[in-house]
Every structure is written in structure tokens, then in C-alpha cells.
């Protein structure tokens, strides 16, 4: 049998997810191929097609990227708990003649988030505290990862009320996650105190390769580690002048193989082996 899979978005031209998930059909010995449909916003009709090729088996499963981790998730039958609680589905699947949605974001980013402080730092005393930096979908996936492991949360973003909306809605309100304004005064305040900064926002992302979501006239916090979820490039603004400020730091090119992986392994059971993906999306 063919597995046909593929990735619902808009736009999709710079997408990994066919280099790493064909080399996760081959390293599983399966056969099949992995499509770009890119679909726009208001392109209802064209995104209720794609489904009901889920639904009847013609395609096996989806991804779901920009702009329709939200829209897509009143055209499915059930959410998994994962992603009921982020709000986001990024996996479609037919599960028991029902079509489900999924969220591997959050474990993605949480299992290269594992890898990244194994290989390349250590949590500083063990302290729990982490800046995330945007407050839009994929911040979600990182707040939720980070508070099931017990985190204190700041979340800034450039918009106030952004960020005081996403702790207001976040599903399991919680004294943990807070809101701080996105500037440098405000941010100075807590720089003793973290360990973690994530980015989730666009800064930095090519072509704005020069952009930086850290502000010029703050230094970082002495004893945190950066990571970027940005991956391209391979070393954004961000990652390099933290690494120069002598800083643990990753872009987030393991969380985007991390969350294909365990989608894939959704879709067709096997659990692909890392390495091969690393390697596919690096030649
Ligand atoms: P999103 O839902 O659009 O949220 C982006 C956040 O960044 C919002 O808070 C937005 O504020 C803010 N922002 C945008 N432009 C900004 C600017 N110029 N200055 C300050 N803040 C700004 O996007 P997302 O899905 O969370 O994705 C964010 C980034 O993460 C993207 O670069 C995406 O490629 C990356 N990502 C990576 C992975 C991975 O696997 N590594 C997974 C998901 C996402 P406004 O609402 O005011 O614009």
C-alpha cells in the first residue's frame, strides 16, 4: 500500500517537511510520497476537499501549518487532549472512522527542548523560569509543554493585551504563567531570575535575517539558556549574539523533525529514526 501524506499551508514554497518525511517513509521501508497543497486563508472549500480525501482513505494524513492550525479544527470529529487544551491541530489523521486532529508541536518542541539541554547545557540549579517571547500559536505549544513540567511562565509580546488574552484563555489557568510588558525596562526586571528564554515570534526569520526579538540595549540573563524556534537560517541573529554572550542556544530545526516525527509515527506507527531526518534536512 502507498501512503500519500502531506501539508496543508499558505505559503509552503520554503517547507522541510517533504525532505523529512520522505526520508522517514524510506529509513521505515514504507512506500508513499509527501505533497505541499497549499491552500490560502479563505480558501474554506479547498480545505474541506483536502479532509474528505482524509476521510476516505484516498490520503492518509495531513499536517497543518500557517493559517489554519485554528480554522481546520471545526471540520474534524474529535481533538486529542493535546490539542484541545493548545487550541491548535498541526496532525490530521483518521482514527476509528473518525477524523482526529492532533498537536505534536508541543511534544516536539518539548523533546528537542530535552536533547538540547542534555547535549548542549544544563538547567542552572535546576531553576524552572522561562521568558517566551510571542504569544501566538506556537507559544502555546511551548507554554503547555513548559507548565505540564512545572515552569513559571512570562509571556511577552509587542501587543499588551495579546499576551494578557493568551494567559486569560490558556486552558488550564494557572499562577504560574504571567504577562510582562515586551521592553527593555520591563524585561531587565526578571533577567536574575530565568533560565530559559524561548522565541516564538517571526524575528529573525529569513529574509529579515538581521532581526532580533531580543531587544539591542538589553544584555541577556547571565545564566539562561536561548531557544529560537525559528530555523531558518540555521543560525538566526538571536542564537548567534547569545552564543556570543557566552549563552547555551538552538534554533528550532530538532523541534520542526521532532514534531514530523511523531506525526508520522501517528499516521503509520513507525517511529522513524532520528538521525536519518537530521541528516536529510542538513545535505
Ligand atoms: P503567530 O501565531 O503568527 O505568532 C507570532 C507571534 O509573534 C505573535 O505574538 C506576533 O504578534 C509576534 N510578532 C510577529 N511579528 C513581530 C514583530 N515584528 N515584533 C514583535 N513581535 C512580533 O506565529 P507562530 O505560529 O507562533 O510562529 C512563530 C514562529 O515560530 C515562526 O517563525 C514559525 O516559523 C516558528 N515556528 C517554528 C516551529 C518549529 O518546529 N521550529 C513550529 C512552529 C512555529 P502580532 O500578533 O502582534 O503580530
Redesign the pocket.
Known amino acids: 500500500m502507498s501512503l500519500q501524506l502531506g501539508l496543508i499551508g499558505h505559503p509552503l514554497e520554503h517547507s522541510l517537511s517533504p525532505k523529512i518525511h520522505k526520508a522517514a517513509l524510506s529509513s521505515c521501508g514504507l512506500e508513499g510520497d509527501y505533497s505541499l497543497f497549499p491552500i490560502c486563508l479563505d480558501d474554506q472549500r479547498g480545505l474541506k476537499d483536502l479532509l474528505t480525501r482524509v476521510r476516505s482513505g484516498e490520503i492518509t494524513g495531513l499536517n497543518v501549518t ?1 493559517p489554519h492550525k485554528q480554522n481546520v479544527i471545526s471540520l474534524l470529529d474529535e481533538l486529542t487532549p493535546t490539542a484541545q487544551a493548545i487550541g491548535a491541530v498541526n496532525t490530521v489523521s483518521m482514527r476509528g472512522g473518525k477524523l482526529i486532529g492532533d498537536n505534536t ?1 508541543a511534544p ?1 518542541f518539548w523533546a528537542d527542548l530535552q536533547r538540547f539541554f542534555t547535549t548542549e547545557t544544563r538547567r542552572h540549579g535546576g531553576i524552572k523560569s522561562v521568558l517566551v517571547l ?6 502555546r505549544a511551548v507554554v503547555y509543554a513548559l507548565v505540564n513540567d512545572g515552569w513559571d511562565v512570562t509571556v511577552t ?3 499588551s493585551e ?1 499576551a494578557q488574552a493568551f494567559i486569560a484563555q490558556f486552558p488550564t489557568p494557572n499562577p504560574r504563567i504571567t504577562s510582562i510588558e515586551y521592553c527593555s525596562t520591563a524585561l531587565y526586571s526578571l533577567l536574575s531570575t530565568l533560565s530559559l528564554i524561548v522565541n ?4 529573525g ?1 529569513s529574509p529579515n535575517v538581521d532581526a532580533s ?1 531580543w531587544p539591542t540595549d538589553l544584555n541577556f540573563p547571565p545564566n539562561a539558556a536561548v531557544y529560537d ?3 531558518n537560517p540555521r543560525e538566526t541573529r538571536l542564537v548567534r549574539d547569545a552564543r556570543a554572550a557566552g549563552l547555551p542556544a538552538t534554533t ?2 530538532g ?2 523533525i521532532e ?1 514530523a516525527a511523531l506525526a508520522f509515527e501517528i499516521w503509520t506507527g513507525c517511529a522513524p529514526p532520528r538521525d536519518i531526518l537530521w541528516n536529510a534536512v542538513e545535505n
Open positions: 500557517i508541536d516536539g510571542g504569544a501566538g500559536g506556537s507559544a509580546a509587542r501587543r495579546q516564538a515570534t517571526p524575528l526569520m526579538p524556534l525559528v530555523y528550532g530545526l523541534m520542526l514534531q
